[in-house]
Structures are given as C-alpha cells and as structure tokens.
C-alpha cells in the first residue's frame, strides 16, 4: 500500500508540470544543479587546501645542531 505504480507517478508529474510550468521547473532544475556543482567546487578546493604540502622546509646548520634526539623511557 505504501508503494505506488509508474501511473500514479506520472499522473503527479502531469499535475506538477500543469500548476509550474515547464519554464519554473527548467528553471528550477538549472539552480539545483547550479548550487550542487558550486557546493561540489568549494568541497575540492576544501580539499587541497588542507593537504599538506610536500615542500620541506630547509633546516640552517646552527638550528641543526642545536637538535638532541633522545629515546624516551617507561618507568613502571
């Protein structure tokens, strides 16, 4: 009961396109499509800007040897 057959649909969509108009729902359909491929384009460019960058960052001598590398200890 909850479901309805292809007549009941286009029946819906002949009523549809009676009350709108062809030229609303065109209209329609182009600013839907316009905001999803807009949303689409901030979600990439989203994206990119958080990958991080695989440029390193040179290191100068004296910061180099001020590095101490250490092993780190459980104490129980």
């Known amino acids: 009961m ?3 057959s292809i007549w009941h649909w286009l029946i819906v969509l002949v ?3 009676l009350v709108f108009g062809t ?3 065109r ?3 182009q600013d839907l499509g316009g905001a999803v491929k807009g949303f ?3 979600m990439k460019t989203s994206e990119e800007s958080k990958e991080p960058s695989n440029e390193q960052i040179p290191q100068s001598s004296a910061a ?3 590095t101490v ?3 780190a200890k ?3």
Do not use: Q, R, T
Request: proline content about 0%.
């Open 2 to 4: 909850g479901s309805f």
């Open 23 to 25: 030229k609303k729902l």
């Open 15 to 17: 009523i549809v396109m």
């Open 69 to 71: 590398d250490v092993h």
């Open 64 to 66: 180099a040897e001020k």
């Open 74 to 76: 459980d104490v129980k």
């Open 40 to 42: 689409k384009d901030g």
């Open 27 to 29: 209209n329609i359909g």
